[in-house]
């Protein structure tokens, strides 16, 4: 299974970046897929996440109203779109894969992709 991460890199206070994940591989169904950030010696967190047979979102308190998780349609891609970043949003984002059994029901497993590192600069 593969999950590819794209669009991190350097920014200033005040800008906008967009992350781009991609997955391909599984023989299960896409259940939902989000972003995770890591920040320096403190655990996961779970930035944004999108079902994918609803489309439901969900967004962490720190990121609402800037962040905008989306899925492309019929594709196993989703985007971040992240506006007025600021330096507390420095972080190593990852792409998070939830899986489930064809057809709906049991959840499958969940791939990681390797990280993508955002820096933003006062």
């Known amino acids: 299974v593969q999950v590819v991460e794209s669009g991190g890199g350097p920014v200033q206070s005040g800008d906008s970046l967009t992350l781009t994940c991609a997955t391909s591989?599984?023989?299960?169904?896409?259940?939902?897929m989000g972003w995770y950030r890591q920040f320096p010696r403190k655990q996961r967190e779970l930035v944004a996440s999108?079902?994918?047979?609803?489309?439901?979102?969900n967004y962490a308190e720190s990121v609402k109203g800037r962040f905008t998780i989306s899925r492309e349609s019929g594709k196993n891609t989703i985007h971040l779109q992240m506006n007025n970043l600021t330096p507390e949003d420095t972080a190593v984002y990852y792409c998070?894969?939830?899986?489930?059994?064809?057809?709906?029901?049991?959840?499958?497993?969940?791939?990681w992709g390797q990280g993508t590192q955002v820096t933003v600069s006062s």
């Open positions: 998070n894969v939830i899986t489930e059994i064809v057809g709906g029901g049991a959840r499958g497993p969940q791939y």
């Open positions: 591989g599984s023989h299960y169904d896409i259940q939902a």
């Open positions: 999108i079902t994918f047979r609803f489309e439901d979102t």
